[in-house]
């Protein structure tokens, strides 16, 4: 078989940094994957909540087609509109002010960690360099946002880690009030915990962290490269709790499937990055910025936005019966289309035999499924990936 062939190529030259599945994928169309025999899968993962419009969108592919025919790559030394572009539509949809593009989740928040300390340098004291950040938590694989992540597992062998950085547990206010000190710079959180198992920020939780910040000066970073751009039916999860942080990550789904992250942050704290702080080669470049452009237009659209809400509602409740019916499944989490199941089992061996079934699905630490979808899925191919999984359950 031809996967076979290119995966005995691959281990040969390639570092084994995955446990990949035994799965070569060739092309995609809507919500659906084909490998190189042939195979079809619907994908529940999306990239890990990446392919927000799906794969071969048509707009989507035309406007990469369009711009990479105009200039694919251009410096930071110059301007170009789709960047500017972009900037207008995220400082819209987010409520904030300005914004600093890069290519991925880890970068966004090395930038916003960044940006926080000069912050808290020049508004606070020259000691406030601490940043408080959740256990169970993930930011990425730089070395500042795995020394965030609270996940020793993701540390091993690593340290030294970077200093003045710690954890409390999530959902704890006390905990919090009790790590804070006049060292505190920032405080990072997931406002839904994705990789660390699907856990949603309780709403009384954000609102008393937004007012901790505001009483003592501390710039409130919300890591959305998972939980933004649409997914949990607000463009950023923080608008369905009703609170602003001060600076915001975004990432994954920004550009449906072409690398971009970046922050978006009040002007209070943004007018800190000025010439010479901060800087990215690949970062608002023409090609990644015509992308988020298409997706942000798209996802950006409060009916679209109302449509992930339903579909959300429905992934839910199809999960919840599946959860009457036996006693595999513990708990149903998340929000819009960021749902998990908590089993009483490991994950793994169920993502194994729904993959063989044509599902494609995701772990989010040993026992826990996570459900991220293209956006555009429809609500009869949501009803045929639950019930491959529930045939998969076993
Ligand atoms: C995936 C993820 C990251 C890391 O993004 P990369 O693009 O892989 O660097 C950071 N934070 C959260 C919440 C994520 O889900």
């Given at each position: 078989m031809k996967s076979q062939h290119i995966m005995e190529r691959g281990s040969a030259v390639i570092m084994p940094t995955y446990a990949r599945f035994p799965i070569v994928f060739d092309h995609g169309e809507g919500c659906e994957l084909t490998d190189a025999d042939g195979k079809t899968y619907l994908d529940f993962t999306a990239g890990i909540a990446v392919n927000c419009l799906g794969y071969h969108h048509p707009a989507l592919t035309a406007a990469l087609s369009d711009q990479a025919k105009k200039m694919l790559h251009v410096s930071n030394l110059y301007w170009h509109e789709p960047m500017v572009q972009a900037a207008e539509k995220l400082t819209r949809l987010s409520g904030l002010d300005q914004v600093f593009m890069c290519n991925s989740g880890a970068e966004a928040n090395e930038a916003a960690m960044k940006l926080a300390r000069i912050y808290a340098k020049h508004e606070?004291?020259?000691?406030?360099?601490e940043i408080i950040a959740m256990d169970h938590s993930f930011h990425g694989r730089t070395y500042a946002a795995i020394t965030a992540t609270g996940q020793p597992k993701y540390q091993?062998?690593?340290?030294p880690l970077m200093p003045a950085i710690r954890h409390v547990p999530f959902n704890d206010i006390d905990a919090l009030k009790a790590a804070?000190?006049?060292?505190?710079?920032a405080i990072l959180l997931e406002p839904i915990q994705g990789e660390g198992g699907i856990h949603p920020a309780d709403p009384d939780y954000l609102t008393e962290v937004r007012a901790l910040c505001d009483a003592q000066n501390i710039v409130l970073i919300f890591d959305e490269v998972q939980c933004g751009i649409g997914r949990t039916g607000t463009f950023f999860a923080y608008q369905g709790y009703g609170i602003k942080p001060d600076i915001v990550c975004f990432a994954k789904g920004v550009a449906g499937g072409v690398p971009m992250g970046g922050i978006i942050a009040s002007e209070q704290v943004s007018r800190y990055f000025v010439p010479g702080t901060h800087a990215s080669?690949?970062?608002?470049?023409p090609l990644a910025t015509a992308a988020a452009n298409v997706v942000l237009d798209i996802v950006g659209d409060p009916k679209f936005l109302d449509e992930v809400k339903n579909k959300g509602d429905t992934l839910r409740e199809r999960l919840l019966a599946l959860k009457a019916k036996g006693d595999v499944i513990t708990d149903v989490r998340g929000l819009g289309l960021m749902q998990g199941i908590e089993l009483t089992c490991e994950a793994g061996p169920v993502v194994n035999r729904a993959m063989d079934n044509g599902l494609l699905l995701v772990g989010a630490g040993k026992n826990v499924i996570r459900f991220v979808p293209p956006l555009i899925i429809s609500e009869a191919d949501i009803d045929r990936g639950v019930a491959i999984l529930e045939q998969s359950l076993g």
């Open positions: 606070k004291a020259k000691e406030a360099v091993k062998d690593l340290d804070v000190s006049p060292r505190t710079a080669t690949f970062g608002a470049g």
